[in-house]
């Protein structure tokens, strides 16, 4: 599977939209991206996912430009309770997922 | 509904003893994951379950690992001759193995190991 490459951290304040950015360069025609958030404490919990241009859901937009090597997770006017980690995954059927360190996003009141 | 569950939530235990880990997975969740994380780290997979049988055990860091899953429900992770290297959080998942990418793991709260 692709290797991910993601931002380490990141800080915003209450109220604003943050965007997280993941690199994929070797994505295959079968793969899909996946992101999910991790809280202190607990397992990690999807979030998106997409295959090309735009998904969005309740929780975040996911943007994927044509050429698919990398993806934008988007949380609009995040609040205190976005403070997590951030992983982005590239996923095929039946084949393990890997999860890296992730974005850790710290969001300031 | 009830999620992903772990026992214990945390284990303390002295360097040189067997532990076992439960994870309780969604019912009618036949796939399984096992990944451990460590301190400011990602989440580095271990094992996986199809119904009873591991078809990929490729994580598994040392054979003091193990781990069994019995009814296509309930797994055990035994770690024998526990050392402080294996400190760490160890995280159970289960899904619906669809078999297309989209298949969403879902996640237990993850047992806290430390090994002194």
């Known amino acids: 599977l692709a290797k991910t490459t993601q931002p380490i951290s990141m800080d915003s304040y209450e109220g604003q939209e943050v965007n997280i950015t993941c690199s994929h360069n070797n994505i295959a025609t079968n793969d899909y991206i996946t992101w999910y958030q991790q809280f202190p404490s607990q397992g990690p919990r999807f979030i998106i996912q997409g295959y090309k241009t735009k998904v969005t859901n309740e929780v975040a937009s996911l943007f994927i430009p044509a050429d698919r090597k990398s993806s934008t997770l988007s949380l609009p006017r995040v609040s205190l309770s976005d403070t997590a980690v951030y992983y982005c995954?590239?996923?095929?059927?039946?084949?393990?997922?890997?999860f890296g360190i992730g974005t850790k996003l710290q969001v300031i009141p | 509904g009830a999620g992903v569950s772990q026992s214990p939530s945390n284990k303390v235990t002295e360097k040189g003893k067997d532990v076992e880990l439960r994870c309780d997975p969604i019912s009618g969740h036949t796939a399984l994951y096992w990944y451990r994380q460590s301190l400011g780290q990602g989440l580095e997979f271990l094992i996986y379950?199809?119904?009873?049988?591991?078809?990929?055990k490729s994580g598994l860091p040392s054979d003091r690992f193990s781990a069994e899953r019995t009814g296509g429900s309930v797994s055990t992770l035994t770690i024998q001759r526990t050392q402080q290297e294996d400190s760490a959080v160890y995280l159970c998942?289960?899904?619906?193995?669809?078999?297309?990418?989209?298949?969403?793991?879902?996640f237990g709260p993850g047992t806290r190991l430390l090994v002194l």
């Open positions: 379950f199809q119904g009873n049988s591991a078809p990929d």
């Open positions: 998942a289960s899904s619906i193995p669809t078999g297309a990418p989209q298949e969403t793991q879902y």
């Open positions: 995954l590239v996923t095929r059927s039946y084949q393990k997922v890997t």
